[in-house]
C-alpha cells in the first residue's frame, strides 16, 4: 500500500473540468514533483491534498485512510504557500509557535520545538524579529519551519521558491531538500521551472490540460519522454520533420537519418518528427566537445547538412543553431577558450548518434 495515494481524482469548477483522471501513488519518505505550464491544475490538485478544495469525485488516502472530505485541519499536512504567507503582526518565533498551539501541544513543549525548528533553518538569531524584517528567502525559510514544527505526515510545497531571485532560489532548493531528506517527510512540490522539479525530485508527475501526462524519475522524464508534450515542455528540444523511408530511417529535408527506435509500424511516406537534445548533437570539424560525444559511435553517427543561423555564448556552454532545411536544430558544445565559435552563415556538419534521436508520437 502506498503511503498517499489519490485514485481518480477529478475537479470541476461550475462546467470547467480543471483535473481529471489523477491516479498517483506516493511512498513514504518520497519528493515528488508535480510540474506543468500555468493552469494545468497543479495547485488544485495540491490543494484537494491539503483539504483547500474538495474533489469533484475520486479519493485521496494517506496510509489506507480516507482523506478525501476531511477539513484541512483533520489532517496532518504542512504546507508553504509562494507567497510565504507569515502572519506580519507575529515574531519568527510565534509565527512558528502558531501551529503547534493550534495542534494543542504541551506548552512546555513549544519552545523547545521552536528552538529546533529555528536552529534546522539556520535562523536561531532572528527569533525575535517581524517578518517585514526579513528576506524573502529568510521569510520561506520560516514558513518552512511553521509548517514542518507540527510533524506533518506530507510535506505541500506550492511554488515556494518562485518569488525570490536566481541565486537564492538554487541555495534554498538544496537547502528543502537536504531537509526534506533529513526529515524523511513525504513530500508534493509544485513547480512550474522544469529545472527545479529535475533536481529536486524523486519522482516528477508532468501534468497537462489537468491530466497526467507522465510520472517517472528525473532521468527518464529527461531522456525518455513518452508524449510530445513533455518533449517539448522538459528542456530545450529541437524537432525536424521529415518522412518515414523505412522501419529505421526518416528523411529530413532529403537527407536520411538513422533512428534507433520509435517508428514502430509506420507507413513509408509518412508525415513524422524527430527530435534531438542540445547536448547529443555535435558539430563535425569544430574544436569544441558535445557533452555526450562518444567516439566509439563514430561510424554510425548520423550527419546532416547545414548552416549555423546563430551563435550565443553562454559561458560554459556554446549554443549553436542550425538550419536544416525548414527546421532549426540547436546543438551545445562545452566552451573551450583554445577554439574560436564558428561564424554565422558558414556551412555545418551535425552529427548525433541514432540511439539519441527521440521519435515523436501523439
Ligand atoms: P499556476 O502555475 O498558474 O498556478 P496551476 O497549474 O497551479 O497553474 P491551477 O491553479 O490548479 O493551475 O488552476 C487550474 C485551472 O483551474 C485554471 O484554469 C484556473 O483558472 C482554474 N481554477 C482554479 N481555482 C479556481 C476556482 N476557485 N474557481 C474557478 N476556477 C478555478
Not at 29 to 40: A, K, M, Q
Not at 72 to 96: E, K
Not at 192 to 210: F, I, K, P, T, W
Not at 345 to 354: D, E, L, Q, R
Amino acid at each position: 500500500m502506498a503511503f498517499l495515494e489519490l485514485k481518480e481524482v477529478r475537479k470541476s469548477f461550475a462546467q470547467n473540468v480543471v483535473v481529471q483522471h489523477f491516479d498517483l501513488a506516493i511512498e513514504r519518505g518520497e519528493f515528488v514533483s508535480f510540474l506543468g505550464p500555468s493552469g494545468c491544475g497543479k495547485t488544485t490538485t495540491l490543494r484537494m491534498v491539503a483539504g483547500f478544495e474538495l474533489p469533484s469525485s475520486g479519493s485521496i488516502t494517506i496510509e489506507g485512510k480516507d482523506i478525501t472530505h476531511l477539513r484541512p485541519n483533520q489532517r496532518n499536512v504542512g504546507m508553504v504557500f509562494q507567497s510565504y504567507a507569515l502572519f506580519p503582526n507575529m515574531t519568527v518565533a510565534q509565527n512558528v509557535a502558531f501551529g503547534l498551539k493550534v495542534a494543542k501541544w504541551q506548552a512546555a513543549d513549544i519552545g523547545p520545538r521552536v528552538d529546533e525548528m529555528l536552529n534546522i533553518i539556520k535562523l536561531p538569531h532572528l527569533a525575535e524579529r517581524y517578518p517585514y524584517q526579513l528576506s524573502g528567502g529568510q521569510q520561506q525559510r520560516v514558513a518552512l519551519a511553521r509548517a514542518i514544527a507540527v510533524k506533518p505526515q506530507v510535506l505541500l510545497l506550492d511554488e515556494p521558491l518562485s518569488a525570490l531571485d536566481a541565486k537564492i532560489r538554487v541555495s534554498l532548493r538544496e537547502e528543502i531538500r537536504s531537509l526534506q531528506r533529513k526529515l524523511g517527510i513525504t513530500t508534493i512540490y509544485v513547480t512550474h521551472d522544469q529545472e527545479e522539479a529535475l533536481s529536486m525530485s524523486d519522482r516528477v508527475v508532468v501534468m497537462n490540460e489537468g491530466r497526467v501526462d507522465q510520472v517517472g524519475v528525473p532521468f527518464d522524464i529527461y531522456n525518455h519522454p513518452t508524449t510530445r508534450f513533455v518533449a517539448n515542455f522538459v528542456g530545450t528540444l529541437s524537432v525536424l520533420n521529415g518522412k518515414v523511408v523505412d522501419a529505421g530511417t526518416v528523411d529530413i529535408a532529403g537527407q536520411r537519418v538513422s533512428v534507433g527506435r520509435g517508428l514502430g509500424s509506420a507507413a513509408a511516406g509518412a508525415d513524422c518528427a524527430i527530435a534531438l537534445r542540445p547536448e547529443v548533437a555535435t558539430l563535425e570539424g569544430f574544436g569544441g566537445q558535445g557533452a555526450t560525444m562518444n567516439t566509439a559511435d563514430l561510424a554510425t553517427r548520423n550527419r546532416l547538412t547545414g548552416a549555423i543561423e546563430d551563435v550565443a555564448f553562454l559561458g560554459s556552454v556554446v549554443r549553436i543553431k542550425v538550419r536544416i532545411g525548414t527546421d532549426l536544430l540547436s546543438l551545445d558544445t562545452f566552451n573551450n577558450p583554445g577554439v574560436t565559435p564558428p561564424e554565422r552563415g558558414t556551412a555545418a556538419v551535425v552529427t548525433f548518434s541514432p540511439a539519441d534521436v527521440l521519435v515523436l508520437g501523439k
